[in-house]
Nanobody
């Protein structure tokens, strides 16, 4: 079992000025290789893939909607994954979830992730 706890959400203004950094702390059986991902769910929309990073930290993946603005990273020594969000847009407003999949590969579908955090709200005003 892996427990995930997100933090760092909040309110930001759209544009290049404001940025937010989300953190996801993992605990439990973290010795196995896990793919770590971020998903988000906006009101009235389905949960969507945002970014993922492989265990070896050599591969990162982003949705087209955040590519070039968001950066995912991880610190395996601290069992923590981060999502740096720059150039925020109102359409980034959502609850952001951290997720883990017990694989050394890549997964884009939320159903392929076994563990989830409780989510953290990100609100971007125009």
């Amino acid at each position: 079992q892996v427990q995930l706890v997100e933090s760092g959400g909040g309110l930001a203004q759209a544009g290049d000025g404001d940025s937010l950094r989300l953190s996801c702390a993992a605990s439990g059986r973290t010795s196995s290789p896990y793919l770590m991902g971020w998903f988000r769910k906006a009101p009235g929309k389905e949960r969507e893939f945002v970014a993922a990073i492989t265990w070896s930290v050599d591969r990162t993946y982003y949705s087209d909607s955040v590519k070039g603005r968001f950066t995912i990273s991880r610190d395996n020594a601290k069992n923590t994954v981060y999502l740096q969000m720059n150039s925020l847009k109102p359409e980034d407003t959502a609850v952001y979830y951290c997720a883990a999949a017990p694989t050394s590969g890549i997964r884009f579908n939320s159903t392929q992730y076994d563990y989830w955090g409780q989510g953290t709200q990100v609100t971007v005003s125009s």
